[in-house]
């Protein structure tokens, strides 16, 4: 199983990035997939996750910011990020999730880099 991340990068404050996962496989087999993110110093924190029926979830932070679409198509995952901040500087990372008993199955993708400046 691989997810591939990519799309982060350098921009000042306000401006916008989509960052994209694709899974090597059928991005059916996951029940949720979202990205994390972890600045320096802070803990990884989930910032949006996108069921198989495409009901979406939101840290508080990143609300009405951030939104997170799926391409079945493609395998792919996206997150819009619009009206970047500073504090939104973090490695973000692709993660994908089975729900299983007695413990759900987690996969993670390299992550990649955003810097926002201000």
């Known amino acids: 199983v691989q997810l591939q991340a990519s799309g982060g990068g350098s921009v000042q404050a306000g401006g916008s990035l989509r960052p994209s996962c694709t899974v090597s496989i059928s991005i059916f087999d996951y029940e949720a997939m979202g990205w994390y993110r972890r600045a320096p110093g802070i803990q990884r924190e989930l910032v949006a996750a996108i069921t198989v029926d495409s009901s979406t979830d939101y840290a508080a932070s990143v609300k009405g910011r951030f939104t997170i679409s799926r391409d079945n198509a493609k395998n792919t995952v996206y997150l819009q990020m619009n009206s970047l901040k500073p504090e939104d500087t973090a490695v973000y990372y692709c993660?994908?999730?089975?729900?299983?008993?007695?413990?759900?199955?987690?996969?993670w993708g390299q992550g990649t880099e955003v810097t926002v400046s201000s």
């Open positions: 993660h994908a999730q089975k729900y299983r008993v007695p413990s759900d199955y987690h996969y």
